[in-house]
């Protein structure tokens, strides 16, 4: 099955080149989309320049205006050619190294999600809040569907391609989570989970989420829902 990574990347000139890198490392993707959201840094000068530096080549897309991750992610399904997609955040929180245990369940052609479980073993923490506010979120979203997921707010997904397109996604922020989560339980789709690692940074380091993106979170959720 062939892999296509997505990364939204928005002003991450520090981490840009790095996360790049190992994803071409692994040799597991076939195409690398790259949307920049209209980024204010050095970011889209290094994608130009790391474009056709190693295989695979880089799809640049480009936001005029800044849109969200979610916009983001819509603009590079759109392009994505592969059968399984995967979204990678462009800050290094999350590692490619993790893709052939992210992959290994789609063997099984029954499994068409999986997603990263930053809590299915040990890993650091960016904040107390920010932890015990991601285990409320898979409590509610486990009460809300019947759900048995222990991260659902990760940012480590997978998805049979067909099925991302299918679902028609809509939220142009962070609610890209909850709303890919609600729609996709709601079709009684299981969600399989895998640990990855997670290495968090501060919000001084860059962190874009806030406080108030976990509200919109719990209404996205009981609003896919019913």
């Known amino acids: 099955m062939k892999l296509s990574v997505i990364i939204p990347v928005y ?7 790095e996360i790049i890198s190992r994803v071409r490392a692994t040799g597991l993707a076939t195409e690398i989309v790259v949307v920049d959201d209209s980024s ?26 800044n849109q969200g991750k979610g916009a983001a992610i819509r603009t590079g399904l759109a392009a994505v050619t592969g059968d399984l997609v995967l979204v990678q955040d462009a800050d290094l929180e999350y590692d490619p190294a993790d893709y052939p245990a992210l992959l290994a369940p789609f063997t099984d052609p029954e499994v068409r999600v999986v997603y ?17 506010g991601g285990r409320l979120l898979s409590v509610i979203t486990n009460l809300l569907y019947g ?5 659902e ?7 049979c391609a067909n099925l991302l397109k299918e679902i028609g996604l809509e939220g142009n922020g962070f609610e890209f989570c909850p709303e890919v989560t609600g729609k996709i339980l709601r079709r009684k789709i299981p969600i399989y989970e895998v640990p990855i690692s997670y290495y ?6 860059g962190k874009k989420i806030q406080w108030y993106d976990g509200l ?5 959720l009981v609003k896919y829902r019913f």
Not at 42 to 65: F, K, Y
Not at 147 to 151: F, L, V
């Open 147 to 151: 759900s048995r997921i222990t991260d």
């Open 216 to 220: 919109i979170a719990v209404w996205n």
């Open 153 to 159: 707010a990760t940012g480590y997904k997978v998805f």
């Open 40 to 65: 204010s840094d050095n970011s889209p000068a290094i994608l130009r320049r790391l474009q056709n530096g190693a295989l695979p080549p880089l799809r640049l897309l480009r936001h005029e205006q």
């Open 11 to 17: 002003n991450e000139e520090a981490t840009l080149e």
């Open 200 to 205: 968090p940074r501060t919000w001084a380091e």
């Open 116 to 132: 990263g479980s930053r809590n299915l073993q040990r890993n650091g923490r960016s904040s107390f809040a920010f932890y015990w």
